[in-house]
């Protein structure tokens, strides 16, 4: 079974762009979530889809959201990018979403310039 | 915000000995879940420990959750160097959501 597939790995932007990452989940898998890493905050949830509805929202800014295709894929747009925003988004799937295992993708790494 | 604190913040062995890393963390949990990161990838999953659970093996790793005290350990005996990786706890109240404490780098050298 392939893994989770995040694109693109790598993204450079300037303040006050906007930009789309895209989330493939593992086969099967309907619930997506979202994490953004940065070294001073760690690991936060931004939010979790499941069969195209959001289900969970962490505590980011309305410029952070995010959709889910029929087909469990996922995308999570940032507009009105700022310095801030730069970080490691991951995303993550598992078959329901409660009380197992988070299947992570190697993340897209966005620098705002 | 974070909710699970690693301890220790970083961990320098050899290969051969054994790591221990703590977690401690705030609220109840359905369970509690930890993570390896190798430098920029993503986390992989090692072991899920259910509220109702006190202790859980899974090949070198051994695992407790002491729910009274709010706190886990993670045990890797016989370290190897391909161990060395930031090692994440995250607890889990079951809607889907981690919270994830700040981490553990363990360093093994050969």
């Known amino acids: 079974k392939a893994g989770v597939t995040q694109t693109p790995r790598y993204l450079i932007k300037t303040r006050g762009q906007q930009v789309t990452l895209s989330c493939s989940p593992i086969?099967?898998?309907?619930?997506v979530s979202w994490y953004q890493q940065t070294p001073g905050q760690g690991l936060q949830f931004l939010f979790e889809?499941?069969?195209?509805?959001?289900?969970n929202k962490g505590n980011f800014p309305g410029r952070f959201s995010g959709r889910q295709f029929s087909n469990s894929r996922s995308e999570m747009n940032v507009s009105t990018l700022e310095l801030g925003d730069s970080a490691l988004y991951l995303c993550?799937?598992?078959?329901?979403?409660?009380?197992?295992?988070?299947?992570f993708g190697d993340g897209t790494r966005l620098s705002i310039l | 915000s974070q909710q699970g604190e690693e301890d220790p913040q970083a961990l320098s062995i050899q290969e051969g000995e054994n790591a221990t890393m703590n977690c401690s963390y705030k609220t109840s949990i359905n369970n509690l879940q930890w993570y390896r990161q190798n430098s920029g990838r993503g986390l992989v999953h090692l072991i899920l420990?259910?509220?109702?659970?006190r202790e859980k093996h899974s090949g070198r790793l051994r695992v407790t959750l002491d729910t009274s005290k709010k706190s886990s350990s993670l045990l890797i005996t016989a370290s190897r160097a391909a161990d060395t990786a930031s090692y994440f706890c995250a607890t889990d109240k079951g809607y889907s959501t981690l919270t994830f404490g700040k981490g553990t780098m363990l360093l093994v050298s050969p």
């Open positions: 420990i259910r509220s109702n659970e």
């Open positions: 889809y499941f069969s195209e509805t959001q289900r």
């Open positions: 086969s099967g898998h309907r619930s």
């Open positions: 993550a799937s598992s078959p329901d979403g409660h009380n197992q295992p988070q299947h």
